[in-house]
């Protein structure tokens, strides 16, 4: 392969995605006077918050050459945790630490079934989707838990000069998980499990426990998203969370993060969020359906794969 050709494909799979979302704002601006505004800005980050956070864990999932389809029923039951511990009077910081302690040990069961049990990442977070969901649903019956202080609300409601909470916490994240994955051995090991997962092991890494822990971390951001739309909705429903596997994953691969592993990054990833909550948002300001609004959606995630396909250097 031609030095141009490696140049452009890298190029490619860098600037590809930030290009896009300017592109779709630079359209939608054009359609919608109401779109470019401050205050539509701060409302698109708000409402994209929930997926970006859940897609750090995918992230992180998908780079290791995993799929992880139980995010959205963990994000629901930890949601169930924090709620009924607030309702029983723990106190708010116990509270959420038993729902981000939940969301982490139920991820390391993902990770363990896989790695340890050698079963197809597919089918075990596929199971664990239908478990978590069932024990949310047994927990309370079937019925929402309501009803919490605004103290605890403050953390989704409130602001910091002006910036809404929630995209503080996401920036935060996102911040911390880049760091991990960009400069710290376990982040190096992530990406050695996905690129070649035999070499990595013969090369002395653990490879089963970091893919435990991999998974683990994908739980653990299901259960910070959690936290943030129980907070924001004074709610927490057994039923939340229906789909967010989907919207993760479509933010992660628009973002660039191949799905064959290996390669990806929590930057892209952000990007990929965006893109779809400015997609959305722009579509429900020109007053389109939310039938066509799935159809466009599912257009994208088809054309990002096709792309990734496409930019992929071809590995020896």
Not at 129 to 146: F, I
Not at 191 to 212: C, M
Not at 262 to 283: D, I, K, Q, W
């Amino acid at each position: 392969m031609s030095g141009w050709v490696r140049w452009f494909r890298g190029a490619g799979r860098r600037f590809g995605t930030v290009a896009g979302l300017m592109v779709l704002c630079a359209i939608l601006w054009t359609l919608t006077p109401h779109f470019l505004t401050v205050g539509n800005a701060l409302n698109v980050m708000e409402q994209t918050s929930i997926n970006a956070i859940v897609a750090v864990g995918m992230t992180y999932v998908i780079i290791s050459g995993g799929i992880d389809l139980s995010v959205g029923s963990l994000l629901a039951f930890s949601g169930i945790v924090l709620a009924e511990g607030l309702k029983a009077g723990w106190g708010t910081p116990l509270a959420i630490a038993a729902a981000l302690f939940v969301g982490a040990v139920t991820g390391v069961a993902n990770g363990a079934g896989i790695a340890f049990g050698r079963l197809p990442p597919f089918i075990m977070t596929l199971g664990m989707m239908s478990v978590a969901r069932g024990a949310a649903l047994l927990v309370t019956d079937g019925r929402p838990v309501s009803g919490f202080s605004p103290g605890f609300r403050s953390l989704a409601t409130g602001q910091a000069l002006g910036v809404p909470s929630p995209i503080i916490f996401t920036l935060a994240m996102y911040a911390g998980a880049h760091l991990v994955l960009s400069r710290t051995r376990f982040g190096r090991y992530v990406y050695g499990i996905g690129g070649n997962e035999e070499a990595t092991r013969l090369s002395g890494v653990a490879v089963r426990f970091h893919k435990t822990m991999v998974y683990g971390v994908s739980g653990l951001a299901s259960a910070v998203a959690a936290l943030l739309l129980t907070a924001r909705l004074n709610t927490a429903q057994p039923i939340a969370g229906i789909n967010y596997e989907l919207d993760a994953i479509a933010a992660t691969v628009i973002g660039g993060t191949s799905l064959s592993g290996g390669e990806g990054s929590l930057g892209g990833t952000l990007v990929g969020a965006l893109t779809m909550g400015v997609l959305r948002n722009g579509l429900n300001l020109l007053g389109v359906s939310s039938f066509l609004q799935q159809l466009v959606i599912g257009v994208v995630i088809i054309g990002a794969v096709l792309t990734d396909a496409l930019f992929k250097e071809k590995r020896p």
